[in-house]
């Protein structure tokens, strides 16, 4: 038996529901890859659900899942959303989820969608009760749960993971909503919407419903079904794998000199709603990690840029963001400066306190030669106590060319190799 806010029965939704929470599957029969899913994970077979956790991209089925595994007469469950709820509604679920336990001889289930969005104190209130199977608590995220679920509870839970619904699937899904619609499309029309879908089921039926609303309106055609879904078929997250993906791919690009993949990742990124500072930020870290002093223009160019879209934001901060893009991506690189730094923190750590040599102290007036004094203002003099690695080693490209001359002449003079 289902409480009201989490009830099977169909006659309940309302009219105003999308269709593809009206026509959601009710039974593991109607629930497509549900056999291939109890391969992996038997238990799902049982009759009383077990403790997990089940994740997967948006549209993948996780909440329908919950209402199959959860349909049975003997379990009653409770709903809770971890983005809207506190550890007060926490508790009450918990008191009401214990008390249909004890006095109604009922399973208690506790559902949490987007369990991730809990914090510690939250996801520590509810171990007790799972270790001692006062409740089923079954949780369903978009986030890997092993990095976003604290250890001592995914100790206690069985972990599901599902995936992007494959193209096919996504086909038999359309038909089914095509039959239950009563209403008729060509293989190319469904072909559009699955295409249109990026393997989120819940998306499909709402190309679906789309389509179903033109022809209603007598408007239909597959070009103007493409206009109004096109817009909203391209998955974009701010907080999760996709956003990581992306810039990622943006900056792997411009490390590899291709302007035009970097553009095109720019660009996936702004239409996605993207932060223009956050892409700003990261060129300017990119001019000194992979440009360096191979171009002494690219940590100028990028600050420049971040400037100006902090002050003048979008939609005309896409030309700065843009200028900047290619230029980077286009001009030498070097990494020298980024490993300078890395070797030099990595030596001062492995040391004690590293001493400053007696000349070259602040109120030291003896034994320190001043370079200006000197032709091409410079002097052989020691600046640490100990020998140290040579931490800074231009390369032979860009302006880092004359760099490395000029050290290689200092370094003779000096007796350095």
């Known amino acids: 038996m289902q409480n009201e806010l989490f009830s099977n029965d169909s006659s309940k939704d309302p009219k105003s529901a999308p269709l593809a929470y009206r026509i959601r599957p009710k039974q593991k029969a109607d629930y497509i890859g549900f056999e291939s899913l109890v391969k992996r994970y038997p238990f799902l077979e049982l009759d009383i659900p077990r403790s997990m956790i089940i994740w997967g991209p948006p549209g993948c ?20 959303s971890a983005v809207l709820s506190g550890v ?14 004890t006095v109604n001889q009922k399973v208690a289930v506790i559902f949490i969608d987007e369990i991730h969005r809990f914090n510690k104190i939250q996801q520590d209130a509810l171990l007790p009760h799972v270790e001692s199977g006062h409740f089923v608590l ?5 986030e890997n749960p092993k990095s976003s679920v604290n250890k001592a509870l995914l100790s206690r839970v069985q972990l599901v993971e599902l ?3 494959e193209h096919q ?10 039959a239950k619609a009563g209403q008729e499309f060509t293989d190319s029309d469904l072909e559009l919407m699955a295409t249109y879908s990026n393997g989120d089921a819940r998306k499909a039926v709402g190309n679906f419903e789309t389509a179903v609303n033109l022809k209603r309106s007598e408007s239909y055609s597959a070009d103007v079904l493409v206009e109004l879904i096109r817009g909203n078929s391209r998955s974009y997250d701010k907080n999760q794998d996709r956003h990581y993906d992306v810039i990622s791919a943006f900056i792997k690009s411009m490390r590899g000199s291709d302007p035009d993949a970097a553009v095109l990742w720019l660009s996936v990124m702004l239409d996605g709603g993207e932060d223009p500072v956050f892409i ?13 002093n191979a171009d002494i223009n690219a940590i100028s160019i990028a600050n420049s840029a971040l400037n100006i879209v902090s002050n003048i934001g979008m ?7 843009s200028q900047a893009t290619l230029y980077l991506a286009s001009t030498v690189k070097s990494n020298a400066c980024y490993t300078a730094i890395n070797e030099a923190m990595e030596y001062v750590k492995s040391r004690s306190t590293i001493e400053v040599p007696a000349h070259l102290k602040s109120h030291s007036k003896a034994g320190y030669k001043y370079p200006h004094d000197y032709d091409g203002a410079w002097v052989s003099q020691s600046y640490t106590v100990d020998d140290i ?29």
């Open 88 to 101: 007060p509604e926490l508790k009450k679920n918990i008191e009401l989820a214990q008390h249909e336990v």
């Open 315 to 321: 939609p005309e901060a896409r030309i700065t963001l």
């Open 163 to 165: 995936k992007a619904i």
């Open 61 to 80: 089925g996780k909440t329908t899942l919950v209402d199959i595994l959860a349909g049975s007469d003997e379990v009653t469950v409770f709903r809770i």
């Open 169 to 178: 699937s996504i086909l038999k899904i359309l038909k089914s909503a095509m």
């Open 138 to 142: 079954i949780g369903a995220t978009t």
């Open 389 to 417: 690695p040579q931490f800074y080693k231009p390369k032979q490209i860009g302006s880092e060319l004359k760099i490395a001359a000029r050290l290689d002449s200092l370094w003779s003079k000096k007796g350095r190799s």
């Open 280 to 292: 700003a930020r990261r060129l300017v870290i990119f001019a000194s990690e992979d440009v360096g």
